[in-house]
């Protein structure tokens, strides 16, 4: 054998030995072993697209649907991040940066959504396990179109039309099939528009593609108009209704049903507002609540027992103390992520995740089971910035057990802004600054409204389709400017700021369905042709108005005796401050709705005291416009001679929008241009405004004891108004005089260098003060008439058109109208007039005689810029000459009840008026907002 053949044969002995042992398996190589190594690794969004990155065999076993269910089943699935409403797109965002615009932080709608149509915005609507709920909605109308149902990771989405329904759209939301994602259904809620107080669901199977007729219909004794986003709890859907009730779907029966929530939680004087109780999904599908109390969060929880009957228990309270101290403060709960057990809590210094554990331990300290995450330090999961494609198919299946949590609407329109209080620059601040959205800002007063008119009854209407349409085209025009950078024209002043107009005053040009009835029902289904003259200004200015304020029937002119605030449209309308005191006077609802921060801004009229009276008991400022200065074209008014339209909160800017020529009121407004500053009312809100003005205070026609006690009149010292008998006055004069009067409360004026001119006096001041000696009783029960007629001819639709009409209308709805206990004295005497004959002419001859030798001439001759006076004690004076007058909050009797101080002077002086009135609010800053309590609301 050659030496080749002997190497050729030594090489392959070698390699092929016969006794050789075999090589151990790998654990990597037993799909078994491997899939419970996988099983065990983090639940990172990137985890489980790593693995399968390796080989085919890895990406196979990853996503093998029984281990992918393990994985879930496993695992907690980690905070993914939450769609916030941005302009007319939603936004989703992976941390807290709301006002970020960097791609790691938000991922814009066109990432996940189809293109829109122009005209059409999306609307995000609820998330559960993973899929998201839109709404498309016609921009302009808030008419429903479509929805879309989407999976933001994989770019899956299924178009779905809207049900065929008549009612107004309240809610809805996405429930996935436990077993195939694919699968799904949708829950829809509505009210009936008619009454709002009935409400129907209807189901759509993605299994059928159809949606089911009403499956549930359930009566309410409350009106419902929009749901916060939904809880799913165990088999059934949860909504908040009105704060203290919850409304139920249940899956299985298919059946709506609502619980009242703990009344131990209701206890707290912050409950439900302001974002700081939510209801949560809590052990085996029970529902939970959690309420912010103080430094401390409750965890509820809802017990059903063998009677079906549920009681609600306090399982544990949570002791905040794990927040950092620059948290301290407010806190709300903006958002519930149903799968992983955390809510997202908002503080002053940004978002943290607070995870929980509600199960049935009472543990009192929850240091072991509760951790806050801060949102800002959660991680970006990366697979989110790609593009869906089928190259994404392999990390989408992981993404399936992620969270989407959809941040509450309230939360998402401001977390960071404070409702209680807010002013039109505070909100246009809050507009630019990327905080709000005027959709947002009209949810929360709609929701407001919802809680707390029941027991106020300041609100007659609300059109909440038109308002949020509104308030869409609003935030449409602000962004517009901000991409124009400056080449669009600004938003104008009002921009998305929402207001009340009283009841008297038509409001048709919102698309909605607002009627203007001055609290009759003989008005309700009347229809005017447009908008009354100062809501078209309104609109121009980017006002959106949200409905109609209540006020005491027909101006308070239907019979005397009738209590202040009342109506049969509203009802009774209540002091938010003292529920048994009065609201006053006809433009209660008004003044009400702007004490109790239901609204940005009101707008109220005033014959005689209407502005003036409700704006000092509700603690709130008014003006009451120099007649003529406003428009009184669209409204019911009593007399032409001395009805204005004027604004009760946020007053300045409000009047800047609202003054002007109006051809419709073409005499009064023509006299009145010449008043109009040529650069607008804001320029006088001076903080020294008061310096060197001169103020009249008529000391014998305003400041004295009623009627019936001590006859002597206020001197200017402390000791005799103290030796007086504080039970024979009514502690409102008592403590506006010691505000005001007493040397030391003087200061205030003084002390801003207001010069006081005291001890004047009007003359026949008690014929003015007396309607019927005056003349000013006649010329209103005349001039009603004629201008009522004139109104009602020229409505669209009425089911009235005359005085008459209504005479006979109300003695045919007797009780409705409460015929017995109060009567239409007014009305009747109205109709039996004829015009301005020669006993109208002599009581107008009369007025201007008392005006020219009363307040003209003691203003003339004094060099006056105003008159002063305590709450609206002035108002007759005022109103008989068509006057202006600024009411401002000065201070609270021991009873609670507020106070005003009022400013007075000749028609065209608001610009003084203004500055007094400013300086003077901004030197005492007496005004704090109601507690509405829980026995209130």
């Not at 790691?104 to 999306?122: K, S, V």
């Not at 040529?678 to 000391?699: A, P, S, T, V």
Request: hydrophobic share 40%; with cysteine.
């Amino acid at each position: 054998m050659s030496e080749e053949e002997t190497l050729h044969h030594h090489h392959h002995r070698r390699r092929l030995p016969s006794t050789a042992p075999s090589p151990s398996p790998s654990p990597l190589d037993d799909d078994d072993l491997l899939q419970e190594i996988l099983l065990r690794l983090p639940p990172d969004a990137s985890t489980l697209p790593t693995a399968s990155a390796v080989c085919k065999r890895w990406r196979r076993l990853a996503f093998e649907p029984g281990f992918r269910r393990r994985f879930v089943a496993r695992h907690e699935p980690p905070f993914l991040g939450f769609f916030f409403p941005y302009d007319f797109d939603p936004v989703f965002s992976f941390n807290a940066g709301f006002r970020s615009t960097t791609a790691q932080h938000h991922l814009p709608a066109h990432r996940f959504l189809p293109e829109r149509e122009i005209g059409l915005r999306w609307e995000i609507v609820n998330c559960c396990k993973g899929l998201a709920l839109f709404r498309i909605t016609f921009r302009g109308g808030c008419k429903c179109k479509e929805f879309m149902v989407v999976d933001p990771i994989s770019g899956d989405r299924r178009l779905l039309p809207f049900p065929l329904v008549d009612g107004k759209f309240l809610s809805a939301t996405v429930v996935p099939a436990a077993a195939d994602r694919r699968s799904f259904r949708v829950v829809a809620v509505f009210a009936e528009r008619n009454t709002f107080t009935s409400v129907f669901a209807s189901v759509y199977s993605s299994d059928a593609g159809v949606w089911s007729d009403y499956v549930s219909r359930l009566c309410l004794p409350w009106e419902v108009w929009v749901l916060r986003p939904s809880v799913l709890a165990g088999n059934a859907v949860h909504w908040f209704l009105d704060g203290y009730n919850v409304l139920m779907f249940d899956l299985e029966s298919q059946k709506l049903g609502f619980s009242e929530l703990p009344l131990d939680a209701k206890d707290d004087e912050d409950f439900p507002h302001r974002c700081r109780c939510q209801i949560i999904p809590a052990g085996d599908g029970r529902l939970g609540l959690a309420v912010i109390v103080g430094s401390t969060m409750q965890l509820w929880e809802r017990e059903i027992g063998d009677g079906s009957d549920a009681t609600w228990l306090l399982r544990r309270t949570l002791q905040l103390n794990f927040l950092p101290l620059e948290a301290e403060g407010r806190k709300l709960i903006v958002g519930v992520a149903e799968e992983n057990s955390s809510i997202l809590l908002w503080t002053r210094v940004g978002l943290f995740m607070v995870h929980l554990k509600l199960g049935r331990s009472t543990e009192k300290s929850p240091s072991t089971t509760t951790t806050p995450t801060q949102a800002s330090e959660l991680q970006t999961p990366p697979l989110l910035t790609q593009q869906s494609s089928d190259a994404m198919l392999p990390s989408a299946a992981p993404a399936r057990c992620l969270l989407l949590l959809l941040l509450l609407a309230v939360a998402v329109a401001g977390a960071a802004f404070d409702l209680e209080e807010a002013t039109v620059d505070s909100i246009r601040r809050a507009f630019a600054d990327g905080e709000l959205t005027s959709r947002g800002l009209v949810e929360l007063y709609l929701r407001r409204a919802a809680a707390l008119d029941p027991s106020l009854h300041a609100v007659v209407e609300l059109d909440p389709d038109g308002a949020l349409a509104a308030a869409d085209r609003a935030d449409d025009a602000r962004r517009l400017f901000a991409s124009a950078g400056g080449g669009a024209l600004p938003p104008p002043l009002l921009n998305g700021i929402p207001v009340l107009v009283k009841d008297n005053i038509a409001a048709a040009g919102g698309g909605g369905a607002l009627n203007a009835t001055c609290g009759s029902l003989a008005l309700v289904g009347s229809r005017p042709a447009g908008d009354a003259g100062v809501v078209e200004r309104l609109r121009r200015a980017g006002a959106v108005v949200l409905g109609t304020a209540s006020l005491s029937e027909w101006c308070n002119f239907r019979a005397p005796g009738i209590p202040a605030g009342w109506s049969p449209r509203a009802g009774q309308g209540k002091n938010p401050y003292v529920p048994s005191a009065t609201p006053c006077a006809s433009s209660s609802g008004s003044a009400i709705a702007a004490a109790a921060n239901m609204v940005a801004v009101t707008i109220g009229t005033e014959t005689d005291g209407s502005i003036m009276c409700p704006s000092s008991y509700n603690s709130v400022v008014g003006i009451k416009p120099t007649v003529g200065l406003t428009s009184r074209a669209g409204v019911i008014i009593i007399s032409p001679r001395m009805d204005t339209v004027g604004t009760v909160s946020d007053a300045v800017h409000v009047l800047e929008a609202i003054v002007g020529y109006d051809p419709r009121d073409a005499e009064a407004t023509r006299m009145a241009l010449q008043y109009i500053p040529e650069d607008g009312y804001r320029q006088f809100l001076n903080i020294d405004g008061l310096r060197g003005k001169r103020l009249g205070i008529l000391r014998k026609d305003f400041f004295r004891f009623p009627s019936g006690s001590v006859q002597q009149k206020m001197t200017m010292t402390t000791s005799t108004v103290q030796s007086y008998a504080y039970s024979s006055l009514k502690m409102n004069e008592i403590k506006f005089l010691s505000f005001l009067l007493i040397p030391g409360c003087y200061k205030t004026e003084s002390k801003m260098g207001a010069i006081l001119v005291d001890n004047l006096e009007i003359p026949n001041m008690n014929i003015i003060n007396d309607a019927v000696q005056s003349g000013e009783r006649a010329l209103m029960l005349a001039e009603f008439k004629l201008s009522l007629n004139s109104y009602l001819s020229e409505l669209a639709s009425s089911p009235v058109r005359s005085l008459s009409d209504i005479i006979d209308f109300n003695n045919k709805h007797p009780v409705e109208e409460r015929m017995a206990e109060f009567g239409q004295s007014y009305l009747l005497q109205s109709e039996a007039t004829d015009g301005t004959g020669p006993t109208e002419k002599k009581a107008i001859a009369k007025l201007n005689e008392l005006c020219e030798s009363g307040l003209e001439k003691i203003m003339r001759v004094n060099q006056l810029d105003a008159i002063v006076s305590p709450g609206a004690s002035a108002h007759s004076l005022l109103a008989i000459g068509g006057y202006p007058a600024i009411t401002v909050p000065a201070g609270y009797a021991s009873n609670g009840v507020p106070f005003a101080i009022c400013f007075g002077g000749l028609k065209g002086s608001e610009p003084r008026l203004i500055e007094i009135a400013y300086s003077f609010e901004q030197a005492t800053k007496v005004r704090r907002p109601p507690t509405l309590q829980h026995s209130i609301i």
